[in-house]
Nanobody, 130 residues
């Protein structure tokens, strides 16, 4: 049974940092790309980042480039999202998801297409506020 469990969310002041973790089980993490998405109150879920199966390709939404870093440890079955210089507009529930393919789709429209992800975690809340 595929299971994805996010953790690491919380309340942080603007300019602060958080590291989200996604624990994967029930499948071979090393064979698939992994994505991070977020959903703010009243907004649609949006893609944040994607990392290919072997860590050879990483992709980011323009809004988080230079501030967020995605990484993975296929031995520990973990995926991470390091978030620095957080802004109030980063407030959202963050989800990790497993891609059906080993590589992220080329281009924002491709790697953020939710239909390519077949399993999702329950989400972790990130709140950026002073």
């Amino acid at each position: 049974q595929v299971r994805l469990v996010e953790s690491g969310g919380g309340l942080v002041q603007p300019g602060g940092s958080l590291r989200l973790s996604c624990a994967a089980s029930g499948f071979t993490l090393a064979s698939f790309a992994m994505g991070w998405f977020r959903q703010a109150p009243g907004k649609e879920r949006e893609g944040v980042s994607c990392i290919s199966h072997s860590d050879t390709g990483t992709y980011y939404a323009e809004s988080v480039k230079g501030r967020f870093t995605v990484s993975r440890d296929n031995v520990k079955n973990m995926v991470y999202l390091q978030m620095n210089n957080l802004k109030p507009e980063d407030t959202a529930v963050y989800y990790c998801a497993s891609d059906r393919l080993p590589s992220c789709g080329a281009g924002y429209t491709s790697w953020t297409a939710e239909g390519r992800y077949d399993s999702w975690g329950q989400g972790t809340q990130v709140t950026v506020s002073s």
